[in-house]
């Protein structure tokens, strides 16, 4: 099976993020790595030795959020304006749910509706400037 892992580049608070979607999807982080555990002869641009080099977290059988803190200077990063995460909840509970956590502090650019295609559907942009998109096609919404 082939599975979507999104990486995420953060300007220094890529722990604040991960935490608050820790939050929302619950478990754990399988892999969380400072610039400072690095080894000496690894390059580390301006990166403060705290700011996160790396993270992990679950967010479902087959899904891997992952993320950093950018170290170079010459390319910030502008959160959110260039792609969008989708989630695909198991139920129209799980997707409201999901929506409800991660519009907490952000946008909400569509409400969770039925979409033309049948599915349960709504866009976001939670309060770190991330566009997420989120969906539930279970067979309960598609017979309704």
Do not use: C
């Amino acid at each position: 099976m082939t599975s979507i892992n999104p990486y995420l580049i953060f300007n220094g608070n890529t722990e604040e993020a991960f935490n608050f979607y820790k939050s929302v999807f619950g478990g754990e982080f399988t892999m969380i790595m400072r610039y400072k555990d690095m080894p000496a002869e690894v390059p580390k641009g301006d990166a403060n030795e705290n700011d996160i080099m790396h993270v992990s977290l679950p967010i479902g059988k087959n899904t891997i959020l992952m993320g950093s803190d950018s170290h170079d200077p010459k390319h910030k990063t502008t959160a959110g304006t260039n792609f969008n995460i989708s989630v695909n909840a198991d139920s129209e509970k799980d997707a409201d749910k999901i929506y409800k956590g991660l519009s907490e502090g952000g946008k909400a650019t569509m409400p969770m509706a039925k979409a033309f295609w049948g599915a349960y559907f709504g866009m976001l942009m939670d309060k770190f400037g991330i566009q997420w998109m989120v969906s539930s096609d279970d067979k309960e919404i598609q017979s309704s």
